[in-house]
């Protein structure tokens, strides 16, 4: 990513590799039980996601690796946040959970950015949960939960409600992809939040925490999304679970 050009993404001249979800495009997306995001063009990305980009110098696209994968590339100074355009009802029932994944791949030194995950976002996109993950050598990774007031258009996040350096059961690579999951149950006086860093290659948990925070609100009714920051980070796909529990 050279020459970066502030306050805009970087073109993409690619033909489709894969379909943006046929669901998003017939308003089943976010009705359905579970379902999941993978890229595909520029423009597919573009109408599938909302774009909250605080100050600084971002660039970033849809962009075909020489493994084949396509991933979204980030690049530049600051942070931003990309949250799913809703299609199709939502669920709102306050005894649903929510559990949203995405892999994402840190390019560069060890602790040099963050990647994270929204949910229960409102649809002013002005509060929700988020997750975030610092990956800050091959044996250790901070996690940390944001409580319902973070913004996810702003560079400055509150206090986290938890904030816990834990030590990785597996050594991670750094050439290799992760995956950051955030579940959001209902409880009778608030919710549980658990947040958990996985191998992109099986379901092997190397590393989780977990608190709760008050409060009544549905997480599974609100919109989901991720945050990136860091000089670059690679992200792919994004998968939502909405169920009863």
Known sequence: MSNPKRNTLRPLRHPAFRSLLTLLASGGLLAAQDSSVEFSDQPAFEQAFTALKPSGEITGGINPMSTGEIVFDKGGKGSISYILNPAGTQPTGA??????????????SWDVGSF??????????TNGWLALANLLSPNEVRLRIFGRD?????????????????????????????????VIKPEKDGSAIRVSLLSDSSDEVLAEV?????GTSPAAAGLVGVRLA????????????????
């Open 95 to 108: 005894d649903a959970a929510i559990s949203v994944t995405a892999a994402f791949r840190l390019v560069g």
């Open 116 to 125: 994270g995950l929204w949910a229960g976002v409102d649809s002013d996109k």
């Open 230 to 245: 860091g000089e670059r980070v690679l992200w792919k796909n994004l998968s939502i679970s909405r169920r009863p529990e």
């Open 150 to 182: 973070a913004a996810p258009g702003r560079e400055k996040l509150p206090p986290p409600i938890l904030d816990q350096t834990v030590q990785t059961r597996s050594t991670l690579e750094k050439s290799a992809f992760v995956r950051l999951r955030l």
């Open 210 to 214: 977990q608190t709760t925070e008050g």
